[in-house]
């Protein structure tokens, strides 16, 4: 009865070229629906230059694309949920893109983004 055990445990040529096959044809498909679901990145309007995190305006704001990674300890009128597309000063330009009133002249700002100026719509 031990040896059958054995037996029965043992990987054998066939039964690992058998698994070998169905993950080489099953993992494309995998990350094919995982893309599917992924969230899709608009690009901002043509012929408009993205407001960058990097630019000094928006670096005195504490502008930030996306706005779960906020540092809360920094900015204390943060709250989840805040985002340009819920602020006041925001007008939506296409998906994923507005105006800031409060960057207007540095160009269109993510919808998903904030900045120290949030205020309630």
Not at 75 to 101: M, T, V
Request: hydrophobic share 35%.
């Amino acid at each position: 009865m031990a040896n059958n055990e054995n037996q029965n445990s043992k990987i054998t040529r066939r039964s690992f070229i058998s698994s070998f096959a169905t993950f080489i044809v099953a993992a494309p498909m995998l990350l094919s629906v995982r893309n599917l679901f992924a969230a899709k990145e608009v690009p901002p309007p043509p012929g408009l230059k993205p407001v960058e995190e990097t630019n000094s305006i928006a670096n005195a704001f504490g502008y930030k694309k996306d706005a779960s990674k906020v540092d809360a300890s920094k900015f204390n009128n943060y709250k989840a949920g805040n985002n340009c597309s819920n602020c006041r000063h925001y007008s939506p330009l296409n998906e994923g893109w507005g105006k800031c009133k409060m960057m207007m002249a540095l160009g269109p700002v993510t919808a998903g983004g904030w900045c120290k100026n949030w205020a309630k719509k």
